[in-house]
């Protein structure tokens, strides 16, 4: 059982390239999401889905785009890279919006320069 | 809008103390709670996850509890460690709605 798996685990980009962090459950689970933390600030929600096909915003959704083709797999893009945007990025999952706790993935480690 | 604090922010003991950590939230029709630990440069583990109908959960030398009348909820931590040493964030979860997260307590066990 593998879990929630995020690849990369680290990455550099030059600003202005786009990217794409991949997120994969195998647990079935119905409700994935995007956090950002940062020194001072927590974790941060960028975008969830509550299921394949719907997708909705959180906390710092800009600059982010999401798709959710298939329950298996939600990846977060990265439209155009920004300095403000190195962080470290986790997936998270959880049977549904309204119930059971969190599964995280070990993160990627991304740095814009 | 639930926000979540916890206290201490950081907290040095030495080996051997039982210690609690303590998590506090202002919108008390929670769902359930969580506790996580996160070591340095890794990703958040799952601790504890206390339903809203439960007053407690215990695994291993961790109990967590839930007041939710007074919207705080402690982890307790027996017998502590140097293996120990980590942040430990609290989250809160309304029904319908996305866990909200504690800034974490960064707990070291000194030997």
């Known amino acids: 059982n593998a879990g929630v798996t995020q690849t990369p685990k680290f990455q550099v980009l030059k600003t202005g390239q786009s990217m794409t962090l991949q997120c994969a459950q195998d647990m079935n689970h119905e409700y994935m999401s995007w956090y950002r933390q940062d020194p001072g600030m927590g974790l941060r929600l960028i975008h969830y889905s509550v299921g394949a096909g719907i997708t909705d915003q959180g906390e710092v959704p800009n600059g982010y785009n999401v798709s959710r083709s298939t329950t298996e797999d939600f990846p977060l893009r990265l439209l155009s890279a920004a300095p403000s945007q190195t962080s470290v990025y986790f997936c998270?999952?959880?049977?549904?919006f309204g119930g059971g706790g969190y599964t995280f993935g070990s993160g990627t480690r991304l740095t814009v320069v | 809008k639930q926000e979540v604090t916890q206290i201490p922010a950081a907290l040095s003991v030495p080996e051997g103390e039982n210690l609690v950590l303590n998590c506090s939230f202002t919108d008390s029709a929670i769902y359930n709670l969580q506790w996580f630990r996160q070591d340095p440069g890794k990703g958040l583990t799952s601790l504890l996850l206390i339903q809203s109908s439960q007053r407690e959960q215990t695994s291993g030398r961790l109990n967590a509890s839930l007041d939710k009348s007074s919207g705080r909820s402690t982890l307790y931590i027996a017998a502590s460690q140097p293996g120990d040493s980590a942040t430990y964030l609290c989250a809160v979860r309304n029904y319908g709605q996305n866990f909200v997260f504690g800034p974490g307590t960064r707990l070291s066990v000194l030997p």
């Open positions: 998270a999952s959880s049977y549904s």
